[in-house]
């Protein structure tokens, strides 16, 4: 298996660009789950899907973050407008869910700089 | 909300010792991953222990659920083990992860 794919890898935009961010889950694997990644926070949880269904998204910042799951092998997160603060390493991960006992494994990141 | 506390944070070390990383955390859980970050970025899943000990080759991470802490120990520590190493914890279902801050290990030929 390829692994969790994620594209861009690295992503430049400019203040007030709208940025989508793809990810494509292992196949077979029921959950999916979006993290960001700075050197003031940390790894954050974002949002996460089982099924398909968001379960949790409170951990999106704000409005202005929005993340879609339209199948089982696809996921975006969009930044409508971004702002320079948006810059962070964006993850994705996916498992297989459906115990308590869930190994997730994890896409490469896309670096995303806003200017 | 659970947090997870990590220490220490940064670790060097000269090749060869034995190293320990702790991480506590204060609410239960079903779970406990331990994760590596190398500079190149990428994250790799180490451990996921819900009780007890695991070993995979040098790495072996314990669990104390009553005490709410975790140990990583890598024997006979080597440069190719200078990454990142994080711990994370679980709820149950496919809850997503929370993270401690990670400890930045250097081990040094």
């Known amino acids: 298996d390829a692994g969790v794919i994620q594209s861009p890898r690295h992503e430049v935009t400019e203040m007030g660009q709208e940025v989508t961010l793809r990810c494509k889950p292992i196949?077979?694997?029921?959950?999916l789950f979006w993290y960001r990644q700075t050197m003031m926070r940390g790894l954050e949880l974002l949002i996460y899907f089982n099924n398909n269904v968001p379960i949790d998204d409170s951990g999106m910042p704000e409005d202005r973050f929005s993340a879609k799951m339209p199948n089982a092998s696809f996921s975006t997160l969009k930044i409508q407008p971004s702002e320079p603060r948006d810059s962070a390493v964006y993850f994705c991960?996916?498992?297989?869910?459906?115990?308590?006992?869930?190994?997730?494994?994890f896409g490469p990141g896309t670096r995303l700089t806003v200017l | 909300k659970n947090e997870v506390e990590q220490s220490p944070q940064n670790l060097t070390a000269q090749e060869g010792e034995f190293i320990t990383i702790n991480c506590s955390y204060s609410?239960?859980?079903?779970?406990l991953h331990w994760l590596q970050q190398h500079p190149g970025g990428g994250i790799v899943s180490l451990f996921m222990l819900s009780s007890g000990k695991k070993k995979h080759g040098r790495l072996i991470a314990t669990i104390n659920i009553q005490e709410k802490h975790s140990s990583l120990h890598i024997t006979a520590s080597h440069p190719r083990d200078s990454a990142v190493y994080i711990c994370a914890v679980s709820g149950g279902g496919a809850d997503g992860l929370t993270f401690g801050k990670g400890t930045h290990l250097i081990i040094q030929p």
């Open positions: 609410v239960g859980i079903s779970a």
């Open positions: 991960a996916s498992s297989s869910g459906g115990t308590n006992y869930n190994e997730q494994f």
């Open positions: 196949s077979g694997h029921n959950s």
